[in-house]
């Protein structure tokens, strides 16, 4: 009952941040295409490498490989479709002196324009002092009001994340109403497929790793676990609402590691202090270097685990880009080279797109396991000899 | 600079993500892995039960048989048994009967042989004394036709005296 009555909210909530977004440009002549945006994302399929070649075609100027595989790795304000086609989504801004600031990112007009003393440079938002509708060329960055600026829009990541989330929420949530429904019965349908990965987890990563304390840390690793595979699989997805490089944010690893960092260090029994502050049957001079380094490695590995998700996922992306890029790079010398490397690009692409699957599941594996192992340190009972 | 930009974690990214994450992590520990978790191990420990239960039968159900087997074996000896007794009472009856009916028969038989020899010497005896007593009359007879003249007395008388002369010597 209380169940499906916080599915709902949940729903809602995570509705009306669309809903939000739409709001955000009224007044703005940018609606009608904000929900066309939508319909027609909806609608879309495969439109990824048309979309690229747009970008070639439109802009016209020659096919610049390493914007593109930085554009699509990187975050963006306004969720990138195709051709001209971009979901506005909200810009959030607090500054120290002007306040709060809540508008569409459509008014940046693809950061071509100013808007509301901000405007988009390189990416990110920076603090300017010019009117409204001021081309970027013509405004100059007021470095201290950017400096008091915090930008918590909900970018391309942001929607990302909350979709992530929220097919999380729903899928589990559901998976759970089967466990408590078919209680004691044999598991069907998508309770069937989660099942042994669920077991897996339970299983091969916490039990084997943390030992018989694991039931504790069972959410968290579960939540990991998942929402780690899950942004995985949907950064392969090429065109929305997958696409989006989340797990190759370093900004999202950042928080997943910080918060296995905060389970270890809170979780640490006396056994392990006790062996990073002063390991046992160890003298005196030794401890002198070997403190520092035991102090170091207790934030090395939250840092390894921060770094390796992000790099392995945000390489899987470039390298799967590059041979993709291949094909316009020799379009532009000619047709016929672009179509001849094509066929090869494809078959590359296609094989790297294959082993990204793989590691889409190996580093929401090794994430989960060297988290629990680390947990597994922190909580163990010492060993009597 | 992109690339710089790249490892540069932004501030909006782990503002939402520290806060949706962990709303999510609660959410879910308490609506989806608390009972998915606990349906798991209830799942498992009614399966090992289950198993427990079935093995725990099969082996009643090895005793029970064993124990069936003996009671037949049981019940046949028994069986046996009676039926040797049967035979034997059957037998002993049988041979009872038969003794008696022999002893009866015999019985009927000896009584039978006396009344036949008792007829025999009654018949005998009623015989004779018709006998004698036909000889009488006939000897009687005689004697009163032959004995009529003292000529024939003589002759007899002497003939009586002779026979008697000859059996005494």
């Known amino acids: 009952m209380s169940t ?74 306004g969720w990138h479709l195709w051709g001209h086609t971009t979901l506005p989504l909200p810009v959030i801004l607090y500054n120290t002196e002007r306040g709060f600031s809540v508008f569409s990112s459509s008014h940046f007009d693809h950061g071509h324009k100013t808007y509301g003393g901000y405007m988009l440079h390189e990416g990110s938002v920076v603090a300017v002092n010019a009117a409204d509708g001021t081309d970027v060329h013509h405004a100059t960055i007021d470095e201290a009001a950017t400096k008091a600026t915090w930008d918590i829009s909900i970018t391309k990541n942001v929607v990302s994340l909350f979709i ?72 392969l997805v090429p065109f929305f609402p997958g696409g989006a490089n989340l797990t190759g944010n370093i900004a999202v690893t950042l928080v997943l590691a910080l918060i296995t960092f905060i389970i270890v260090t809170v979780n640490g029994n006396k056994h392990y202090w006790g062996h990073i502050l002063a390991m046992p049957g160890v003298p005196g001079w030794v401890l002198a270097i070997l403190t520092p380094v035991e102090i170091l490695g207790m934030f090395l590995k939250p840092f390894v685990l921060m770094i390796r998700l992000f790099a392995n996922i945000t390489a899987g992306h470039i390298i799967a880009l590059s041979f993709f890029s291949l094909i316009f790079v020799f379009g532009e010398t000619s ?45 163990e009972e010492p060993y009597h000899h | 600079m992109l690339l710089a930009s790249l490892v540069q974690p932004s501030f909006g990214l782990i503002f939402w993500m520290t806060l949706s994450f962990l709303a999510v992590l609660y959410i879910l520990a308490k609506f989806a892995w608390k009972p998915i978790l606990n349906g798991l191990k209830e799942r498992e420990a009614s399966i090992a039960d289950a198993l427990d239960e079935a093995r725990k039968a099969r082996e009643e159900m090895a005793a029970l048989n064993a124990r069936n087997e003996d009671l037949m074996r049981e019940a046949r000896e028994e069986r046996e048994v009676l039926l040797k007794e049967a035979r034997d009472i059957r037998d002993k009856e049988i041979a009872g ?73």
Not at chain 1, 178 to 197: C, D, K, S
Not at chain 1, 339 to 346: E, K, Q, T
Not at chain 2, 126 to 154: F, R, W, Y
């Open chain 1, 4 to 77: 499906s009555n916080l599915l709902h909210a949940a729903s809602f909530l995570f509705g009306s941040l669309f809903v939000g977004s739409v709001f955000a440009q009224h007044g703005s002549d940018a609606l009608d295409p904000a929900s066309e945006a939508i319909v027609h994302a909806i609608e879309s399929d495969s439109e990824a490498p048309e979309l690229i070649a747009e970008e070639v075609e439109h802009n016209g100027v020659k096919f610049n490989a390493g914007k593109l595989i930085m554009d699509h790795i990187g975050d963006e304000h």
């Open chain 1, 164 to 235: 992530s989330l929220g097919i999380l929420l729903f899928v589990f949530i559901s998976v759970a109403k089967a466990y408590t429904r078919r209680a004691g019965q044999a598991p069907t349908g998508i309770q069937n497929l989660l099942e042994p990965i669920i077991l897996f987890v339970r299983d091969d990563v916490a039990k084997s790793a943390i030992g018989p304390k694991y039931m504790k840390y069972m959410p968290y690793l579960l939540t990991a676990f998942f929402f780690i595979f899950l942004n995985n699989l949907m950064g």
């Open chain 1, 335 to 379: 047709t016929g080279a672009g179509l001849g490397v094509g066929v090869f690009s494809l078959a590359f692409t296609i094989f790297m797109t294959m082993l990204e699957l793989l590691v889409a599941f190996i580093q929401a594996y090794v994430f989960t396991f060297l988290s629990a192992m680390y947990i597994g340190a922190a909580v």
């Open chain 2, 97 to 169: 009967a038969k003794a008696k009916a022999k002893a009866e028969g015999d019985a009927l038989l000896a009584r039978a042989r006396e009344d036949i020899r008792n007829e025999k010497n009654a018949a005998i005896t009623e015989m004779k004394n018709q006998v004698a007593e036909l000889s009488i009359l006939v000897a009687e007879q005689i004697l009163k036709t032959k004995l009529g003249d003292p000529a024939a007395q003589q002759s007899l008388v002497n003939k009586v005296m002779a026979e008697a002369e000859a059996r005494k010597s």
